[in-house]
């Protein structure tokens, strides 16, 4: 079945607006992270979440591993937020740390 | 530290021709991980390094790909006999030791089979 979820798949905001991303996952899935990709294909690690809250700037991220879910949050977003936001956890349960994705949140900030 | 690097960047292929793409990781980082992309999906794994040793195999990574790491810096991935269906960005990430979970990704190879 599914094992790591995302949702929406498609969000277009208003610039200055603040919003929610989901990402649910299945018990098997460790070492919980969310990727941001840009326009351009390139990949850059937002956050390592495997539990607990984290805030970087204007996103932050909770994970409740015991309700199998994260959330990332961006506030008063910027045109520079668009992309497709990933979040990826690691199924091997073996330390291999090779990462399975959710399908994507594909964000439009538009001015 | 000039980040993880992969060439080409692009790549157009005929069907049935070999294609191999390079990826250089960040120094120092001992493992290397290589992922596959295609159109509205997220990467899926396909192998990975820990120095030049290759440890795991994704069930994706037919017998027609093979890559290596031979003195566990840059690594090749080499695709014979290329299929449309293996039209694809190809990712490449590495990760330091200590901080595994910690991947930082080159810019990928775009391949296009026609």
């Known amino acids: 079945g599914i094992q790591v979820e995302q949702s929406p798949p498609d969000l277009i905001l208003q610039e200055g607006a603040n919003s929610t991303l989901r990402c649910n996952f299945s018990d098997s899935v460790n070492n919980l992270q969310w990727f941001h990709q840009n326009p351009w294909g390139q990949l850059i690690n937002l956050f390592y979440?495997?539990?607990g809250t984290k805030q970087n700037g204007r996103l932050s991220a909770t994970t409740v591993a015991t309700e199998r879910y994260s959330l990332l949050y961006i506030s008063s977003s910027q045109t520079t937020d668009s992309g497709v936001y990933f979040c990826?956890?690691?199924?091997?349960?073996?330390?291999?740390?090779?990462?399975?994705f959710g399908k994507g949140t594909k964000l439009s900030v538009i001015p | 530290d000039t980040g993880v690097s992969q060439n080409p960047r692009h790549k157009i292929t005929k069907r049935g021709q070999n294609v191999t793409f390079r990826c250089d990781p960040i120094s120092e980082h001992n493992r290397l991980y290589w992922y596959r992309q295609t159109l509205g999906q997220g990467p899926e794994f396909l192998t990975y390094?820990?120095?030049?040793?290759?440890?795991?195999k994704s069930r994706l990574l037919s017998d027609r790909f093979s890559a290596e790491r031979p003195k566990g810096s840059f690594s090749t991935l080499e695709i014979q006999r290329t299929e449309q269906g293996d039209s694809a960005m190809y990712l490449c990430?590495?990760?330091?030791?200590?901080?595994?979970?910690?991947?930082?990704f080159g810019p990928g190879t775009r391949l296009t089979v026609t």
């Open positions: 979440i495997p539990s």
């Open positions: 990826a956890g690691d199924l091997s349960g073996a330390g291999s740390y090779q990462l399975t």
């Open positions: 990430a590495s990760s330091p030791p200590g901080r595994n979970y910690e991947q930082y």
């Open positions: 390094f820990q120095n030049e040793a290759q440890l795991e």
